[in-house]
């Protein structure tokens, strides 16, 4: 009789166990559905906040330096235009104290693109650096796209040397890794998406990085902005950005398949950029 | 010899970057034009010495020979035509523009010839870090990672060419698929172990304290006897284009300010300004000999 009460208390006492324990993984389990919610939600905001800045904001600038600023200050205009129009990116990336993981990740695609750079450096304009910052985009997001491009021109800049051009050419590339991720989810599995892909790269190349690049140069030195100046400056910038636009078709064709995979293998093992 | 600028604080060192760089832009005026210009390049030549040379020649010349040029083609305002090619005016003010706008690009070329010999990395992940830690992390790291990629790609190059694998052999097909296969190594490798990194970053507490830099700099009565001096030229040069000591106007008719004493001493502090470096420099190099004469 005893030895049954006592195998009755301790059933009693492990269910009891039992149930507190379920009701703590319960507990834990909704505790990260609801972080999980938290974390969607936060980044809903942010993609918003971050498309809303870019496709709002700065053509917004850009129109009030156009109307207010009637002085002629074209060239100084302009690199402020650049420059505040890249802050929100910046402002928003450090917000929101991204995980060490994600920065060292960053740093590895920025080193990546740099020593790229460095790499084809006899090779005029034949450069890596495009296609590593829309690889980056298209795995790790466009925020990651755009910080990996915007910081890759930055720190290149800085082994080739910082000038006036640098925050233009670090909103270009920039500009090109936001959009790659804005445009294209990391599942190019099918040669058509390559192919779209491709044509994204020589588009971006030529209509982003080569035309921002050649506008600088007639900011820079016109007082009165014309449309046959930017005409002109275009069509002497074309052959250059053609074979910018060559290299990053070509390390797109050799570089997405491997470097997507490397990077999802990367994401799924350790949940990085999720 | 290390320059006596380089070693003062690098907030002053970067206001003093900006007010050389932006006056220029913002004033178009002759006289500002070339004190900036001389004052550039007599600090460039300090720095670099000879080196100089191939700056000036490969930079600086191309920009203001185009920017020269392009001005007059394309721009017809202005009032004193000099001639016409093909039925387009070729006025006096354009080209003065372009001039004026040539040496405008070159200062700002050469001042920036003079940041990048200043601004080292290690100045530039300090003064990020006080602004955006992360990004100056990004920015640190990366700059580490280069020269460690260099170095593994080394190291797997070595080992494939052990396994017969080596980029130095066989069809250029052949050669090409092992150079890619290194690459394809150190990219994995180099992704892992970025995450070991962070694991380790993380456990020795990332992200618990506001960053520190590992050159630390102390904000010292130099630095405030200097900072003071900016500021003054600062002021000086924002009193002359608000009481219009100093104005231009380019179009329709090319157009300067009257010159009077007070102008004539705007431009002598703005020179100042400009000289910080150069006279830091030289009393530097006064001293040095004081000292060495003693012996």
């Known amino acids: ?64 330096g156009l109307l207010e600023w009637q002085d002629r200050k074209y060239y100084i205009v302009s690199i402020l235009i650049i420059i505040f129009s890249m802050a929100p990116f910046f402002l928003v990336f450090e917000k929101r104290r991204p995980r060490a993981r994600e920065l060292t990740l960053i740093a590895v695609m920025v080193a990546l693109g740099v020593a790229g750079r460095a790499a084809f450096y006899m090779l005029p304009q034949f450069k890596p650096i495009a296609a590593i910052v829309i690889i980056t985009g298209v795995s790790l997001g466009s925020e990651a796209g755009f910080i990996t491009g915007a910081l890759t021109a930055f720190v290149s800049n800085m082994f080739f040397g910082q000038g006036p051009w640098t925050p233009w050419q670090m909103f270009a590339l920039g500009l090109i890794g936001f959009l790659s991720g804005i445009l294209f989810n990391d599942q190019i599995k099918t040669k058509w998406n390559l192919f779209l892909l491709c044509v994204f790269g020589a588009f971006a190349t030529v209509g982003i990085y080569g035309q921002i690049m050649d506008t600088q140069f007639v900011f820079a030195s016109a007082q009165k902005v014309t449309w046959d100046m930017f005409l002109a400056a275009y069509a002497s910038g074309l052959p250059m950005n053609l074979i910018f636009a060559a290299a990053t078709v070509f390390f797109l064709l050799v570089l997405t398949k491997p470097l997507l995979n490397k990077l999802g293998r990367i994401k799924k093992k350790h949940g990085v950029f999720e | 010899m290390r320059d006596a600028f380089d070693t003062i604080n690098p907030i002053v060192a970067f206001v003093f970057f900006a007010f050389a760089l932006v006056m220029p832009m913002l004033l178009m005026h002759p006289a500002l034009l070339g004190i900036s210009l001389v004052c550039a390049l007599i600090w460039l030549f300090m720095l670099r010495g000879k080196k100089a040379w191939g700056y000036i020649l490969k930079f600086v010349l191309p920009i203001m020979l185009l920017t020269t040029i392009i001005n ?52 530039i992940v300090y003064l990020l870090g006080r602004f955006a830690p992360g990004l100056s992390l990004v920015v640190s790291m990366a700059l580490r990672f280069v020269p460690l990629f260099t170095k593994q790609a080394k190291r797997i190059a070595a080992a494939q060419r052990g396994a017969g694998m080596g980029v130095g052999g066989g069809s250029i097909i052949n050669r090409a698929r092992n150079g890619l296969s290194i690459l394809s190594s150190l990219i994995t490798w180099a992704l892992e172990s970025s995450v070991t990194t962070a694991d ?62 007070l102008f004539i001493a705007f431009l002598i502090a703005y020179a100042l300004t400009l000289l910080i470096p150069v006279i830091m420099n030289s009393i530097e190099a006064y001293r040095w000999h004081l000292s060495r004469s003693k012996l």
Request: overall charge positive.
């Open chain 1, 1 to 64: 009789m005893l030895e049954q009460n006592a195998k009755n208390v301790n059933i009693a006492s492990l269910e009891a166990a039992e149930s507190i324990v379920d009701e703590r993984i319960l507990a834990a389990e909704r505790l990260r559905a609801r972080q999980e919610a938290d974390e969607k939600k936060r980044r809903l905001i942010r993609r918003i906040v971050s498309a809303v800045l870019i496709l709002v904001f700065v053509p917004s600038v850009v129109l009030v």
């Open chain 2, 72 to 123: 007059p083609l394309f721009n017809h305002a202005g009032i004193t035509t000099l001639f016409y090619i093909r039925f387009n005016p070729v006025t006096l003010e354009s080209i003065i523009y372009g001039v004026s706008s040539a040496a405008m690009l070159a200062s700002v070329v050469l001042w920036f010839a003079c940041f990048n010999q200043i601004f080292t990395s290690d100045k």
């Open chain 2, 200 to 261: 380790s970053m993380r456990s020795r507490g990332y992200g618990l304290h506001p960053r520190k830099s590992f050159t630390s700099y102390r904000f010292d009565g130099r630095d405030a006897l200097i900072g003071g001096l900016l500021a003054l030229g600062m002021l000086s040069c924002a009193l002359a284009s608000g009481f219009k000591l100093i104005s231009i106007r380019f179009f329709p008719s090319y157009k300067t300010n009257e010159i009077t004493p």
